[in-house]
């Protein structure tokens, strides 16, 4: 069974509005930690958003967050106010807590083109 | 700080041929990683190091073998590259409970 499923290959949005990406997730680990990668068309890997899973409330870092439902095991990414420098592909990926934390297993990305 | 550095950043191979691809990190994190991402399949990983001395597989590990040198430094070779290994590979490291930070990466094709 895959660990991370992003169902969405490619999304467009209007510049200026809000875009949610979906990332569902499957572990049977209490622990575990969940985070969402932006990669440009230059190539390079961002960090965006992290959600620990226990963590009360949902992440936030500016126009990023993090919806977080730990019983349907998703933890979609909201960016608000989409902006032209948006367009990328956006991985999400889940770190499990044991073996010292060190498997990361990410998702096959969706694609976020934003429109003028 | 320059973060995580790979070299080199493009490589073309000829099967049955072998090469070494370098990562080395300066911000003293414990753990270090070798993915490859290919079209479709986003980052699979291939080795992680989680501390300096210690290796382990991944996803991914077949075809390749790795060297944790020091703390700063993780190697990922290929001893005879295939054409399956046409791909772009990504290092990273993390502290430990904090995320990982990722190099700009290594293109490589195999002919």
């Known amino acids: 069974a895959q660990k991370i499923t992003q169902t969405q290959p490619g999304m467009f949005v209007q510049e200026k509005e809000a875009v949610t990406l979906d990332c569902t997730y499957d572990t049977s680990d209490p622990s575990y930690g969940l985070f969402w990668y932006k990669q440009p068309s230059s190539g390079e890997m961002i960090f965006l958003i992290y959600?620990?899973?226990?963590?009360?409330q949902n992440a936030t870092e500016g126009r990023y967050s993090l919806n977080f439902q730990k019983a349907r095991k998703s933890a979609n990414l909201v960016i608000s106010a989409s902006q032209l420098g948006d367009s990328a592909m956006y991985f999400c990926a889940m770190r499990e807590e044991p073996n010292t934390g060190n498997q990361f297993y990410f998702g096959t990305g969706t694609s976020l083109t934003v429109i003028p | 700080n320059a973060g995580v550095t790979q070299t080199p950043k493009f490589q073309v191979l000829k099967t049955g041929q072998s090469m070494t691809l370098q990562c080395a990190q300066d911000?003293?994190?414990?753990?270090m990683y070798w993915y490859r991402q290919d079209p479709g399949m986003g980052l699979r990983l291939i080795y992680y190091?989680?501390?300096?001395?210690?290796?382990d597989k991944g996803e991914v590990p077949n075809g390749y073998n790795v060297s944790r040198l020091n703390k700063r430094e993780f190697s990922l070779r290929l001893e005879s590259a295939a054409p399956s290994q046409t791909s772009v590979y990504f290092c990273a490291s993390r502290r430990f409970r904090e995320t990982q930070y990722f190099g700009p990466g290594t293109r490589l094709l195999v002919l």
């Open positions: 911000m003293n994190h414990n753990s």
């Open positions: 959600q620990g899973s226990y963590d009360q």
């Open positions: 190091s989680a501390s300096e001395g210690t290796t």
